[in-house]
């Protein structure tokens, strides 16, 4: 293969790992967009990869390369559809998409024996240097395509390992939703934590940021108070309380037990030696009436079959959330109730033909134990009616404060909670952080900030996953190798508000949240510009970073970045009284960056079901107020959500590219 140049002058080499490339699939597709699809690998190894080239009438000498969070299948984008269509969006952006399975099973996973290196980023650029070649013969020219690299969680850490260890492959950048060495598994031991310590409250906690709210820490006590001021600190967003029933344990139930693994004298010290949650706790405290320590046998093995509705998906009820298209047994009913419901217990075989196996579960309510689906491959098989079996979620309690033995360096305030005075550990800490190298096996390396190409982050004012203030750190990071001249000649941070950590088109309550897909695409947009033709792109969004939030002004123009900015009243205020039958008069101003364009859409939900049944008919302008009168006819508190969108064109030609926002209201209906 040919060495290439990036953007900046940058000479790539070729990898000796991947030195004999192949295509085994050339054809012409129609779906979901014409083009010459083209599939292939290398020879000795398992990296795959799909490309997807565009018509020449359409191409513009660039392409696009998404990296998923772990290496997956290099077929994942043709299963997309609307904004998350990877395809589409590189062809309408004069591009063609590469897709990989970052080096396949043999070079494994991050967290594998196999170095992590060639599945954080060799084995992507591999497939990116190929691609150029694949280029020149579709297309019939000798060209350099530019390349953009962009990946989301751990595909942030990949992309950013690519940017930081890679010359002359890809000339631009677009992580997302990051992660700090620091994130695993401290974001999600101090929510579950906080999820276990105050889950009687949080109703009462997601009222109270809601506009018109009051304060968060009313009426709870001194355990439930320190822990959420414990999670705040730390960096989880307030706001995002309100998703607190369906949140659940995300990947910390995958995580905890590689944590267990990697330190297993903490899970023994955190019960008996002092300095440790566990140990310090009165005998009548929370952490030990939510310890489960429950042996009994196996009642009943629980299929898909039998739980799960047969008129649609699991819906995440009790009995039909674990449903799977195995067909084998995802749950079982225990002989007895457990004491006390859990999330992320161990079930232990005690008899049979599995005696001495360990499963994890993703939760127990009642009698019915439900398996981890995070470890796909693992069943209840063998399992029999009468086998004994003990439930125990010692562990899973332990994990919870681990971030309180995990005390960094100084540049990490989000730990400033756990210091003394002069800087000392409040708590007894762990020989090694567990962080970076969690951090180190998805990256291939610790990010420094010091890349070759440019770079556009894009993080998330409600990420409960990824804390926003990590997308700072890496900034710093940044402006400490590069200097503020090269942070700005190179770097942007853009938050999007009212975003969590997933990037789909429809997020789990529209009254709350809007997608950043359209932020997504914006900084893909701009990063192109930036490289090839000079034009700098949005500046970064303005905030500051106290005691673990992230705040943003509330004017768009002070805030910049790209997202529009909404504000929502009722009567004049955020918080409205009216009789039922009463006219409520609601007005909403929405207000575009400069350079954001101009809005282009809005909509209300005045019922709460998320269904914006009444959209607004716009005169496209980057700041449009709007009013409507309503009338509340039923007594109760009801909140207004308005939603409205913004486009670089005033008629969008293309689906790609909206940049959503939202604002609520509340209005107290009384007889």
């Known amino acids: ?30 779906s979901p967009v014409p083009h010459r699809y083209l599939h292939g690998g290398f020879t000795g190894t398992d990296n795959r990869f799909s490309a997807y080239f565009p018509p020449a009438e359409q191409y ?24 998350e269509d ?31 290196t060639i599945a954080a980023y060799r084995a992507n650029a591999a497939c990116a240097r190929y691609s150029r070649e694949l ?15 962009y990946g989301g969680s751990g595909g942030a850490y990949r992309t950013i390992g690519a940017a930081e260890n890679t010359e002359g492959v890809w000339d631009g950048f677009v992580p997302y939703v990051i992660g700090s060495p620091m994130a695993i598994p401290n974001v999600f031991s101090v929510r579950m934590h906080a999820q276990r310590v105050l889950r009687e409250r949080l109703d009462d906690i997601a009222d109270a940021v809601e506009p018109g709210g009051g304060d968060i820490y009313a009426g709870l006590d ?12 730390m960096g989880f967003p307030p706001r995002a309380w309100f998703g607190h029933r369906t949140m659940g344990s995300q990947a910390f139930s995958v995580l905890y037990t590689s944590v267990v693994a990697l330190d297993p004298g903490y899970f023994e010290n955190f019960w008996t030696e002092p300095g440790h949650h566990g140990a310090d706790s009165a005998p009548d405290g929370s952490v030990h009436r939510a310890r489960v320590r429950h042996r009994c046998t196996v009642a009943e093995l629980v299929t898909p079959a ?67 689906q995070q ?71 610790l990010p420094t900030g010091r890349f070759s190409g440019r770079m556009i982050a894009v993080c998330c004012l409600l990420d409960r996953e990824a804390f926003p203030w990590q997308g700072d750190w890496y900034r710093n990071q940044v402006r400490t190798h590069l200097g503020a001249d090269g942070e700005a000649a190179n770097f942007r941070l853009w938050y999007v508000d009212h975003a969590l950590h997933g990037d789909i088109e429809t997020q789990e309550d529209p009254t709350h949240t809007v997608s950043y897909l359209g932020v997504l695409h914006q900084a893909l947009w701009d990063l192109a510009h930036w490289v090839e033709d000079g034009v700098e792109p949005a500046a970064s969004t303005d905030y500051t970073v106290q005691d673990g939030q992230v705040q943003v002004p509330a004017d768009a123009e002070k805030r910049q970045g790209v997202q529009p900015v909404a504000v929502l009243t009722a009567d004049g205020r955020e918080r409205a009284r009216a009789t039922a039958g009463q006219e409520v008069l609601l007005r909403a101003e929405i207000t575009c960056p400069p350079g954001g364009g101009s809005v282009v859409a809005a909509a209300w939900d005045l019922d709460g079901t998320g269904a914006f049944a009444m959209p607004e008919t716009i005169d496209p302008a980057p700041r449009v107020a709007l009013e409507r009168r309503h009338v509340f006819t039923e007594p109760g508190i009801h909140f207004v959500t308005f939603r409205a969108s913004a486009h670089r064109e005033a008629t969008p030609g293309t689906a790609f590219g909206r940049l959503d926002t939202l604002a609520r209201a509340r209005v107290i209906v009384v007889a």
């Open 1 to 30: 293969m040919n060495q290439h140049q990036d953007a900046q002058g940058h000479t790539d080499s070729p990898d000796p790992l991947f030195g004999e490339p192949y295509t085994d699939v050339d054809e012409c597709r129609t």
């Open 60 to 83: 513009q000498g660039r392409f696009f390369q998404h990296v998923t969070p772990v290496p997956q299948s290099e077929h994942l984008a043709q299963t997309a559809h609307g904004q």
């Open 135 to 149: 280029a020149a013969h579709v297309y019939g020219r000798a060209h350099r395509p530019y390349g953009y690299l």
């Open 375 to 445: 470890r796909p491959g693992v069943t209840l098989e063998g399992l029999w009616h009468g086998d004994e079996i003990e439930v125990d979620n010692s562990n899973f309690l332990a994990a919870q404060t681990y971030h309180r033995h995990q005390v960094p360096g100084p540049e990490y305030t989000a730990w400033d909670q756990f210091r003394a005075p002069d800087g000392t550990p409040l708590h007894p800490q762990r020989p090694v952080l567990a962080g970076p190298l969690f951090t180190s096996s998805a990256a291939g390396t």
């Open 306 to 372: 039998r739980t799960a509705p047969a008129d649609g998906p699991a819906d995440g009820g009790v009995d039909n959330s674990f449903a799977s298209s195995t067909g084998t047994p995802t749950a079982l009913r225990l002989s007895e109730p457990a004491p006390t419901d859990t999330m992320g217990a161990q079930l232990t075989v005690r008899s049979g033909a599995l005696a001495g196996r360990t499963f994890a579960l993703r939760e127990v309510r009642g009698d019915l134990a439900t398996l981890d």
């Open 86 to 116: 990877r395809i589409g969006f590189a062809v309408a952006s004069g591009g063609y998409f590469l897709e990989t399975n970052g080096g396949g099973e043999n070079y494994g996973s991050p967290g594998s024996d196999a170095d992590p």
């Open 222 to 233: 001194t355990e439930q108070r320190a822990a959420l001021d414990e999670v705040t600190r």
